[in-house]
């Protein structure tokens, strides 16, 4: 943690600072009093500025409303992010109550006038949920998933649902059963995957934040590919109750935003023990928002003492040497803003990627099963039991899943059990030991998001091994079910390429430390911005 | 099975849950009142299989190795992992919630009631605890099964290596055994499938779909279908005796699998393994076994053994014998792995401890018990079998009365009037209080027997106290010798023809002379003290 009582000093001009505090509270290092700074930084908070707007009646929220949906459908015919969009009357009326509210000068919940975008495999009782796949097409849940109603009760608005990989099966958002989503920076490019769609729409802000899913980097890669924050929780932060389940033990839902401020935001509203998910932790959710230290009020040195290990293995043979030299350039960055870096190594990291395709697809099998056919979602009508639970899957479900499925029940069937599923269990044991060793010697430690920028549409769809390889960055924190931060950091080819991220992971439920680290990184990172040339054009919030 | 009728499956009914499911009306249902159900001595043995030459002779040369595999739904206020209730009857899907239904998203929560049934059942037969168990996926796809796995335990059970005590019938020779059990583990109840008339397709009931369920597996110890009925009547004891089910056997709570092979004596080597399903009474445990044994036996005595193969197969009640359900070929794969929604069940000590000093007294404990206070094997039997049975005849032996006459008023006059009213013992209106001061009232001299007999069965069926209908209907028996000699008087004066020809040699009629006095005093008169005065008076010269 900081701990200073130097005069801060500013390492940009005061003209640049962001954070406001329209009802949510700043503390500033250790003493200072609660702070209303006015003015902007190269990634603002979204869901600050608008809230300001809104309670100070610069603006309303049908017209927040407005603009987005006509944001939204502007560019969604190139992007095709979004698998269902709410119906525009819906979400007037929303906007319109939370107006009158205002009006009224009644509370308004924290995410009031907050346009969400959620990940498809996520339940909305008002919404289709199909997780990207034939199987559910058209299917609706009775009810909302515990992170949705957390963002409900707080006065989000939920704008649509994203485009996925089937089930989360895939890194492209290639593997969608309806649609192929594309990259805002390069349409000729994939978002990444699973959650492209959750991904692209803050990029391209169809959306202010987005919800996602991470089971072994859908949210973080995606993130990097696009330009944008990502956040993956420590497994057990968030409820997974009404989340589209694939692997179980390493499934958890993450936080999409244009700023850390507002996937920290995020993370606050959805987090917290759950009665209906029995992996959910009963550990207390800090005030994440409240780290977040405004750019005015940083000391020269501002993470002085921090001990950042970079993650040897993450930067060697296999990774672009655009990613390595833009994660090397941050962490240079890092120790300019007081940061004591140093060189880690991690031996198994390379054992994370069979592990995780092991248990996540053996996982995976079993939780796929329920798709039968019988009780929801598509049914292909059969002369005996068998042609329908055979039909109802071979149509419903996409190559990508049912490979997956056969590799799963491969790997949990008697005989191979234990050549398989024991030993990708023994391998996570000791990967999980292996962070947290190295998670004590350094608060936390820094690989690239991905070995690569974006690829084309089509680039691997048929190279499932290259495909794969590609998680190798993520897959350990999931497996070792810690949190991660992932923000943009760089370019390819400098400032027209691609975007290039940095992942910051963290102790387990030491989400407030990455948050803070990476609300300053953000603030300081000179020279980027993130914003996508189709809308770079255009007057975004 | 009806499964090969298959012809598809209405699904549209959970489609567009929840208001749908009311909108089944067509769909045939049952309510049956939760009954007590038979004990396996109680039940009438419908086929004398055993008195059979042909049994007496397969018993003579072969031996049968029995196992038994139990289910016992538990009767907890809301299912295993969701806060939906059971209860059985009740219209289909009426009793549903996204997570028994295994919709997308749903995640099981644990009822801590499952744990502390299961540790209640673990302790009560003597197993050794597993203090850290789990769960696990149990997978197989059936269209009764929503989540395509059943969340069960596998290789670590909640409860292992225990066993459970029976006093065999008196009736079937007696005897005491001790049959070792293997495991007891938790698990979930699956939903259940109405095949309609026609065959045309078949529908799903998830209102039992995540029932909590305990899985008890004992060691192949029987070696009869006596005392594998007896085996299961005990557990069947057991569970009610704890209040963890109604272990009623025709609803389905309590479920019996057997499996059973058969060897020549004195064979080390054990025959081929046969399971037998549909078993839905004590005494078609009993008459499945010994048919299956038969079977077997003479399979192997005619050179046939080869013919008996690993199968499936089901008892038929009307036919009264076993057919071939399905034969296995190979064990199936489950594909058993640990369940990642749930966290890891770890017991404390404390925790165990605690819910043992909680337990009633057991079955066997009290059957030990009643044996030592001097009752025969049979009252014993009788008076262990319902736990509220056992209680009120401990309630009334607490107030002081003798317990030979208790265990006799509770077995005789009590019991004919409950199964005539087809009541329990706790319906009837007697106390056990008022059951002591009965048979107090007739020791003590105050009412006669049969005045006794009376009054039970004003009191089993509108209540009141002993001493209220004695007052009420003026029963008390006159013991008072002068006054029986009153009424003796007035009635030799009433009868001066027959004193007469008493006196005259036929002294037959002194019975005569007997009732005219019971007559008088309503039955109340001593009736030692009357015949007592009554040969004075006749025999005294006028």
New interface residues.
């Given amino acids: 943690m900081l701990s200073s009582a130097q005069t801060p000093r500013l390492l940009r001009s005061p003209a640049a600072a962001t954070i406001t505090a329209a009802s949510l509270t700043f503390k500033c290092l250790h003493t200072s009093p609660i702070l209303t700074p006015a003015s902007t930084s190269p990634s603002p908070s979204q869901i600050l500025t608008n809230r300001k707007a809104l309670l100070s009646r610069q603006t309303s929220a049908v017209d927040l409303a407005k603009s987005f949906l006509q944001r939204l459908r502007r560019h969604e015919p190139e992007l095709s992010s979004f698998l269902y969009v709410s119906p525009e009357d819906i979400v007037l009326k929303q906007a319109e109550e939370l107006d009158n509210k205002i009006k009224n000068n009644e509370e308004v919940g924290p995410l009031a006038g907050v346009f969400v975008g959620v990940k498809d495999n996520?339940?909305t009782y008002d919404m289709p949920?199909t997780?990207g796949s034939r199987i559910?097409e058209n299917?609706r849940?009775?009810?909302d998933?515990t992170a949705v109603r957390k963002l409900r009760e707080r006065g989000a608005i939920v704008i649509g649902k994203t485009n996925l990989d089937e089930f989360g099966m895939g890194s492209t958002t290639e593997g969608s059963a309806y649609q192929v989503t594309a990259n805002p920076w390069d349409l000729s490019r994939v978002p990444g995957g699973s959650s492209g769609g959750s991904a692209a729409a803050v990029s391209a802000r169809q959306c202010m934040v987005a919800l996602g899913s991470d089971t072994g980097g859908s949210v973080r890669q995606p993130a990097s590919f696009c330009g944008v924050v990502g956040l993956k929780p420590t497994y057990g932060r968030v409820s997974?109750?009404?989340?589209?389940?694939y692997?179980?033990?390493l499934d958890v839902i993450g936080c999409f935003g244009s700023s850390v401020a507002d996937a920290g935001i995020l993370l606050n509203t959805i987090s917290g023990f759950d009665?209906?998910?029995?992996?959910s932790s009963k550990q207390e959710v800090p005030d994440y928002a409240s780290q977040f230290v405004p750019l005015d009020y940083l000391e020269s040195k501002p993470l002085k003492g921090l001990r950042v290990g970079v993650i040897h293995e993450t930067l060697e043979n296999g990774v672009d040497s655009e990613v390595v030299s833009s994660v090397r350039g941050a962490v240079s960055h890092l120790e300019e803003l007081g940061c004591t870096v140093s060189e880690v190594s991690l031996p198994s990291f390379s054992l994370g990627l069979p592990a995780y395709y092991i248990l996540a697809s053996?996982?995976s099998?079993?939780n796929?099963?329920?798709?039968?056919?019988?009780?929801?979602g598509n049914?292909v009508?059969?002369?005996?039991?068998k042609s329908?639970?055979g039909d109802s899957r071979a149509e419903g479900l996409g190559s990508e899943v049912k490979m997956r499925i056969l590799m799963g029940?491969y790997a949990?069937?008697?005989g191979y059990?234990d050549a398989y599923?024991k030993r990708a269990q023994q391998v996570r044991t000791i990967i999980r030991n292996s962070f947290k060793d190295a998670l004590v010697k350094n608060d936390i430690l820094i690989s690239p998001a991905a070995p690569s920028v974006a690829y084309k549409i089509g680039e691997k769809k048929n190279d499932p091994l290259a495909m794969y390889a590609g998680d190798i960055m993520t897959v350990n924190v999931n497996l070792a079910g810690l949190p991660a931060l992932v923000l943009p950091c760089g370019f390819d080819g400098g400032s027209a390429g691609m975007p290039i991220g940095i992942q910051m992971i963290g102790a387990a439920f030491d989400e407030e430390k990455l948050l803070k680290i990476g609300h300053i990184f953000e603030q300081t990172l000179e020279g980027y911005s993130f914003i996508p040339p189709l809308i770079a054009d255009e007057q975004t919030c | 099975m009806a499964?090969?009728l298959?012809?598809?499956?209405q699904?549209n009914c959970?489609?567009l849950?929840?208001s749908v499911f009311d909108a089944r009306k067509h769909v045939r249902y049952f309510r049956v009142r939760s009954s007590q159900g038979q004990t396996a001595t109680q039940e009438k043995q419908q086929t004398q299989l055993k008195a059979s030459p042909k049994y007496e002779e397969a018993l003579k040369n072969y031996e049968a190795v029995i196992g038994i595999e139990t289910h016992v739904q538990l009767s907890t206020l809301t299912k295993a992992f969701c806060s939906c209730p059971y209860n059985y009857g009740d219209q289909p899907n009426t009793s549903v919630c996204?997570v028994c239904?295994?919709?997308?998203?749903?995640?099981?929560?644990?009822n801590s009631k499952v744990i502390e049934s299961a540790v209640k059942v673990g302790l009560a037969l003597n197993c050794k605890l597993s203090l850290s168990s789990k769960f696990d996926?149990k997978?197989y796809?059936y269209?009764d099964l929503?989540?395509?796995?059943q969340i069960s335990q596998f290789d670590i059970p909640i409860a292992a290596g225990g066993y459970l005590d029976v006093d065999l019938p008196v009736e079937f020779g007696g005897g005491h055994r001790k049959f070792g059990v293997t495991r007891v583990h938790m698990e979930e109840d699956a939903g259940k499938l109405l095949h309609t008339g026609n065959g045309s397709f078949s529908q799903?009931d998830l209102n039992r779909a995540g029932v909590p369920l305990l899985e008890i597996v004992s060691e192949p110890d029987m070696r009869t279908g006596t005392e594998a009925a007896e085996y299961a009547a005990e557990l069947q004891r057991l569970v009610r005796y704890l209040g963890v089910s109604n272990g009623n056997m025709q609803e389905g709570s309590l479920r019996c699998d057997v499996n059973i092979s058969v060897r020549p004596h004195g064979q080390l080597e054990l025959g081929t393994k046969v399971e037998i399903k549909n078993l839905n009474s004590f005494s078609s445990v009993s008459r499945a076994i010994d048919y299956e044994i038969l079977r077997q036996a003479q399979l192997h005595s005619q050179g046939q053994a080869d013919e008996i193969v690993q199968e499936t197969r089901l008892w038929e009640e009307g036919a009264q014998k076993t057919v071939t359900m399905r034969k296995k070929e190979g064990?199936a794969?489950y594909?058993?792995?640990p369940e990642?929604?749930?966290?890891g069940v770890n017991l404390s000590e404390e925790y165990i401890s605690a819910i043992r000093d909680s337990l009633p007294e057991l079955p066997e404990t009290k059957r030990r018990r009643y044996e030592n206070m001097g009752l025969t094997m049979q009252d014993v039997l009788f008076l262990t079998n319902d736990i509220n049975v056992a209680a009120f005849f401990d309630a009334t032996i607490a107030t002081g009365a003798d317990i030979k006459l208790a265990a006799n008023w509770i077995m005789g006059d009590i019991a004919a009037y409950m199964k005539n009213e087809k009541l329990s013992i706790n319906d009837i209106k007697l106390t056990p209080r008022e059951l002591g001061e009965l048979i107090a009232s007739i020791k003590g001299g105050t009412i006669s027997g049969k005045i006794g007999k009376e009054i039970l069965f004003e009191l089993v069926a509108k209540g009141g106290t002993v001493k209220g209908l004695i007052q009420e209907k003026d029963l008390v028996q006159i013991a008072d010798p002068s006054e029986i000699e009153k009424i003796v008087d007035k009635v030799l004066e009433n009868n001066p023809k027959q004193l007469e020809q008493y006196r005259g040699g036929k002294t037959k009629l002194q019975g005569f002379f007997a009732g005219q006095i019971m007559k008088e005093t309503k039955g109340k008169a001593n009736p030692a003290l009357l015949n007592k005065i009554l040969l004075e008076k006749l025999n005294s010269k006028p």
């Avoid at chain 1, 009508?381 to 039991?385: K, N």
């Avoid at chain 2, 298959?6 to 499956?9: C, D, E, I, P």
């Fill in positions: 996520i339940c949920s997780a559910l299917y849940p009775p009810f998933a997974r109750y009404g989340l589209v389940a692997a179980s033990s009665n209906f998910d029995a992996t053996s996982e099998s079993s796929l099963s329920r798709y039968d056919g019988v009780r929801y049914q009508f059969g002369e005996e039991l329908l639970y029940t949990l069937s008697a059990y599923y | 499964l090969t298959f012809r598809g499956l699904s959970c489609r849950y929840p996204p239904m295994g919709l997308p998203g749903a995640l099981p929560v644990l996926r997978q796809f269209p929503p989540k395509g796995y799903v064990l794969d594909r058993y792995f990642p929604d749930l966290p």
